[in-house]
């Protein structure tokens, strides 16, 4: 079943314990610059931040339940109210018999929303193509995004991605990857293609391989925040204003370390908690400086941080489970440090001695 085409689909946290002022944190119903604006990414216009949703599905990492799927149809509605139109998934989110779940629960909601809400809103669906080994053909890649299509349940998707290279592994399937795209662009599958996890010389290949072939690159997904402000990302940054491509920032609090939820003394459960346990200890004086001006400000940790993305000219893409995140990183929206703040953020973490853990996939 497709959805009708008077709404237009363009597929593509965290509790703090952070010691504040003694005040409640009160949300806006509406964010009024969030509705009215919006950037260009390609053909095209998404909010100044989307929502990640990596967990919906995920048992493993995020302790997933199909009962929490009425709160996420509330986190996805309240997004919507609020001007936030980009989600970004993968044909990969999802663990064990929940295979896929993360775009069948986006193309559910979406339908939801538009049957009780009556709503014209346009919703950006990014999702990824995993470049699993048995994918050797361009016509396989295709495949896979008619089961993207199929899981979601609509006639096209706003951003067809690559989620990451072979070219460190298996570097004769990278051309055929990279045709596929091509071909579910010429064929209307997708109004856009971008990549993920892809380093700055093989952007730099790709972008030039398609732009030969008549097919813009639009966006390029990769790891971003205060915690990950290696050369890469910053060489990949700036490839990137040159070119034209928009850089969508995944993980922009550090699977939640910058969130000031946690401690050497308090981590989470699950293989985060081995993650946490080695970096956060080196993260003093990144952490107390995100507390420093989220005080001032009256802002969380988190707000800071995902602020301080859009500040650097990206897209961040927060992950989300429930009303309480969604409310918080909604409130990252509307407002800007300033170039001081930023300064001050950006030499706390050259000063904290950890980093976050470089992607396996992302190639040079």
Known sequence: MALSSCCSFVVCSSNINNPLPSFTFKFPSLWPSTQNQKLKMGP????PMGFGTWAWGNQLLWGYQESMDDDLQQVFNMAVENG?????????YGTGRFNGQSEKLLGKFIRDFREKKGSQNEIVIATKFAAYPW??????????CRASLDRMQIEQ?????????????APFQELALWDGLVAMYDKGLVQAVGVSNYGPKQLLKIHDYLKDRGVPLCSAQVQFSLLSMGEDQLEIKSIC??????????????????????????????PRGLLFKQILPGLDPLLSSLRDIANKRRKTMSQVAINWCICKGTIPIPGVKSITQAEENLGALGWRLSSNELLQLEDAAQQSPRRMI???FQTR
Request: net charge neutral.
């Open 44 to 47: 095209l216009s998404v909010s």
């Open 157 to 169: 998707i706003g951003i067809g991605q690559l989620h990451w290279s072979t070219a460190n592994y």
């Open 84 to 92: 936030v139109n980009l989600f970004d998934t993968a044909d990969s």
């Open 241 to 270: 204003d040159s070119l034209g491509i928009r850089v969508i920032a995944y993980s922009p609090l550090g699977l939640g370390m910058l969130t000031g939820k946690y401690s050497a003394s308090k981590l989470p459960t699950g």
């Open 135 to 144: 994918r050797l053909t361009p016509g396989q890649f295709v495949d896979a």
């Open 358 to 360: 470089q992607n396996i």
